[in-house]
């Protein structure tokens, strides 16, 4: 493969397209809830209407209305439809013509899709996934060919940290940095990671990206082992993600059959060879040094750092690991530059963020969105408030790690910083909107539930704190508890956090300091409170 | 081999480069509780109790794993530390079924002098009361799950000083369990040389000799650490 190869295949496909587009999601949620049937039946309704010759129906990545859908979009009259039923491809079919249409429509100028950045999701709902040569013809692989031939590893390096871009994955770290370390970490042998292990309750982001684009991660991973010297990688996606694997692995098999993975990329001497891992259901294995183990075949847990995976990773070896959503950055980083990239978002949080709404929310779905952008303008904007028009009450970011903060915080900006200083984190993304009718201690106790049965076992605070703290909240809930517990709940929060081994477990108090620091007089409500449930004393 | 000079609770401490804190400490006779750890054996930093505070770090760190340096400040009984041992050790105590009046290892449990130690005087917490299984299929030893700590010592020894890794961890969470080969009752498992290294190392009375009554149970974990050391030379 050349540039004029590459070129001709970018051509022959944009000269294939015919006039008219119907573009149907065919991403999970869509899928599940029958894209797969509509886009079927969209095809054999062209046909039969001998329409085939300028009509064109397409499976395309997550539009992102993922709450509306499944979607359909006309291109280019640029309509779109919502909660399309496979029986109503005549009808949208009909619409080609101008013809009455009573298919749910959609506002593509929407504030949803208005107030977007699409960076990272610039080709979610536009290309399809999985035909690389779509890729390839909305510029794919042109930047690779770039690296490779023009610049060097210290200046990718360089041009990733000037981007100010931080790990997507939750903590932030800079990027650039990282990178910088795994180049500089002495050894032959060097591996890069892409972690696909999202577990988050109520997060997306990276499934999305995955099924919508993976050739975009496929390339900012191989643009990463080019600057760090790495020659082997690994995409490790958690087993829920089926459909993600199923696109990952053609979108692998694909750029290899085209010379843009494996031995001698672009005809250079860079060898960069992929392949995929699946996750066996263990939230804890998004963690950085569990995720090692896992892929060495080895169980899934945690051990202290340091040392690094910068430093010694996969079997002992200098190993890059970056989530989904920081290799999908990268291309656009280095195709349009870093001042480029760091002139969006705020000070110290650069470029966008994807969110995946949630929960007591009008507009469900997956956003991106420049990061300082507030949380009201996210929820209320975006996401068009609560279902029914009642006042929000707070939204949880972070998943188990993060928190949830209350609506009168909601001017915060959405920064790596400020979450932090209000209590949560950025997270990996997820985003569940609570109203009014929300019990915090309850979902403070689910938060916990979950680490309780996430934690892995190995250190002693994570596996029997969890636990106990759980049997508290229980309490709680269920009008038990008296305010020693409290002191003992407040108390194990303190103990789990500062003496766990990993993250998982440092983090497990979050959501239930973060309930106690806003929504204390919901706690004290439960106090000694008889529970509707209990049984009530009949003298 | 280059020294390097430290200060352990205000005194100053001298040690190897590449040393851990905890063998700095222990051999300046500064008592730091552990449980996971065992000489001989590679260090997990899985119990937590020898976390200690290093002067500009602000998290924990665990003794057992980090290598001293020049210069280090490191604090390890402070009151904070304190506290959080001892709620650690009443956790493990409301984990599993630990009754010392009908153990083996009554008397010879490093459990049982942990608590000692860290000054418990009973458990603030709930007891887990889990329903654990003894297996005694294996001629010569059991293990009592009532009784484990998930120390994982047992793993290692078989592991690494035998070389056998009949012994590994299978669930999570409080559900983890050691398990001998793919989860076999131990008398089944094929694997296992009866070499009784995992009852060496054993710091509680989970693993035991069969036969062995009350507070009977006579084991020195610090020859594992012997074995170790006696190949070296030889070898």
């Given at each position: 493969m050349d540039l004029a190869e590459l070129n001709a295949i970018a051509a022959h496909e944009r000269a294939s397209r015919k006039p008219i587009r119907i573009a149907c999601c065919t991403s999970l949620g869509c899928y599940a809830s029958g894209a797969v049937e509509l886009q079927q039946q969209l095809t054999a309704g062209v046909a039969a209407t001998g329409r085939a010759e300028n009509v064109e129906v397409v499976g395309v990545g997550c539009m992102g209305f993922c709450g509306h859908g499944p979607l359909v979009r006309i291109e280019p009259e640029d309509l779109l439809f919502e909660?399309?039923?496979?029986?109503q491809a005549p009808a949208i079919i009909a619409a080609l013509d101008g013809g009455p249409c009573d298919v749910e429509r959609g506002d593509p100028r929407h504030p949803f899709f208005a107030r977007q950045l699409p960076i990272v999701r610039r080709n979610g709902g536009v290309i399809d996934p999985e035909r690389i040569e779509a890729y390839i013809a909305a510029g794919g692989y042109a930047t690779l060919y770039r690296v490779l031939h023009d610049v060097s590893p210290a200046e990718v390096i360089d041009q990733i940290t000037r981007s100010g871009l931080r790990g997507r994955g939750g903590a932030g770290y800079p990027t650039g940095l990282k990178w910088a370390t795994v180049a500089k970490s002495p050894g032959e042998r060097k591996f890069v990671v892409c972690n696909g292990d999202e577990g988050d309750p109520g997060a997306f982001m990276d499934r999305s990206i995955l099924e919508s684009d993976p050739h975009l991660v496929l390339e900012g991973m191989a643009i990463a082992a080019y600057a760090v010297g790495a020659h082997e990688g690994y995409l490790y996606v958690r087993g829920e993600y089926p459909l993600a694997i199923q696109r990952l692995t053609r979108a692998i098999s694909q750029a290899r059959r085209h010379g843009l993975?494996?031995?001698?990329?672009?005809?250079?001497?860079f060898d960069f060879k992929v392949e995929v891992r699946v996750g066996a259901g263990a939230f804890v294995c998004g963690e950085e040094t569990a995720l090692i183990a896992s892929i060495e075949g080895r169980r899934g847990q945690p051990r202290p750092r340091p040392p690094y995976p910068a430093e010694r990773g996969l079997w002992g070896c200098p190993t890059l690991i970056n989530n989904v959503e920081t290799f999908a950055n990268i291309v656009p980083i280095i195709e349009r530059g870093a001042d480029w990239y760091a002139s969006i978002g705020t000070a110290r949080s650069k470029g966008t963020k994807v969110f995946a709404l949630t929960g007591?929310?009008?507009?469900?779905g997956l956003i991106e969105v420049p990061m300082g952008i507030t949380l009201r303008e996210i929820i209320e904007d975006l996401g068009g408030g609560t279902p029914d028009g009642t006042p929000v009450k707070a939204v949880q970011t972070g998943g188990p790690s993060g928190g949830c903060i209350p609506a009168s915080l909601f001017d915060t900006p959405v920064d790596y910083e400020s979450l932090a200083a209000a209590g949560s984190i950025m997270g990996s993304g997820g985003m569940v909107v609570m109203d009014a009718g929300t019990n915090m201690v309850e979902i403070a106790r689910f938060y916990m539930a979950f680490c309780m049965d996430e934690s892995c076992g190995k250190c002693v605070p994570c596996r029997v704190g969890t636990v106990q703290m759980h049997h508290l909240l229980d309490k709680l809930v269920n009008g038990q508890a008296t305010s020693e517990d409290l002191v003992q709940l407040e108390a194990l929060c303190q103990i789990v956090r500062e003496m766990s081994l990993c993250g998982l477990g440092q983090s497990a108090p979050n959501p239930v300091l973060s309930t106690l620091r806003y929504f204390r007089d919901e706690y004290a409500a439960l106090l000694n409170a008889p529970s509707a449930a209990a049984p009530q004393p009949t003298d | 081999m280059a020294a390097r000079t430290l200060t352990i609770d205000g005194q100053l401490v001298s040690a190897r480069a590449g040393e851990t804190i905890l063998e700095a400490a222990r051999d300046a006779g500064i008592a730091i509780p552990t449980l996971c750890h065992l000489e001989g054996l590679s260090a997990v930093g899985a119990c937590r109790l020898c976390l200690v505070e290093v002067v500009g770090s602000s998290r924990l760190l665990p003794a057992c794993l980090t290598p001293v340096s020049e210069g280090m400040e490191v604090r390890t009984a402070s009151e904070r530390l304190q506290a959080n041992r001892r709620a650690l050790v009443e956790l493990l105590f409301a984990?599993?079924?630990?009754?010392?009046?009908?153990?083996?290892?009554?008397?010879?449990c490093e459990l049982q002098n942990l608590a000692v130690q860290v000054g418990m005087t009973h458990v603030r917490y709930a007891y887990l009361t889990p329903q654990c299984s003894v297996d005694i299929s294996h001629p010569q030893f059991g293990i009592d799950h009532?009784?484990?700590?998930?120390?994982?010592r047992c793993v290692r020894a078989c592991d690494e000083v035998e070389g056998v890794h009949t012994w590994d961890v299978a669930g999570r969470g409080v559900n983890a369990r050691v398990i001998t080969d793919l989860g076999l009752p131990w008398g089944e498992a094929t694997s296992c040389t009866s070499c009784g290294k995992c009852l060496l190392a054993c710091p509680t009375g989970a693993i035991f000799r069969r036969g062995t009554s009350v507070a009977e149970l006579e084991r020195d974990p610090r020859r594992i650490a012997v074995i170790v050391a006696s190949r070296q030379e030889r070898w």
């Open positions: 909660h399309v039923r496979p029986e993975s494996g031995s001698q990329i672009f005809e250079t001497a007591k929310i009008r507009n469900t | 984990e599993r079924n630990h009754v010392c009046a009908v153990c083996v290892a009554s008397g010879n009532n009784r484990c700590v998930l120390c994982t």
